[in-house]
């Protein structure tokens, strides 16, 4: 459950929005609480992807953005905040044992784009 790390940021309004990424993968559920006009650059160097999603992509031959269009990519939830939330929104996760990470920043423009 999400529910411990996120209580307090959402009790404070810290969190903007959130994003459960399920099917559809980051694109497919992140730009469904982002505002029209707006979208996100995501940095896939911020996290590391679990070994299960580089077998199942080699094994069978996904490209990768077939394999960011189905699946997480080890990213459960993006929690959309303000830039000066983020240390202390990773460090109350930390502490709850969750891993967390800033992952990328919202633009302007829709759509999400990987670097």
Known sequence: SYL???IDPLSDNSIK???HITG???PGNLQRVLPQG???VIDRSS???PPAFRILQ???GVSTEEMDRVFNMGIGMIAVVEETQTSSLISSARERGSDAWV???ITDG???EYR
């Open 4 to 6: 411990p790390v996120l």
């Open 17 to 19: 929005g959130l994003a």
């Open 24 to 26: 559809g993968g980051i």
């Open 38 to 40: 707006l979208g996100a």
């Open 47 to 49: 996290w590391e992807i």
């Open 58 to 60: 080699e094994g069978g």
């Open 103 to 105: 992952i990328g920043e």
């Open 110 to 112: 829709g759509g999400i």
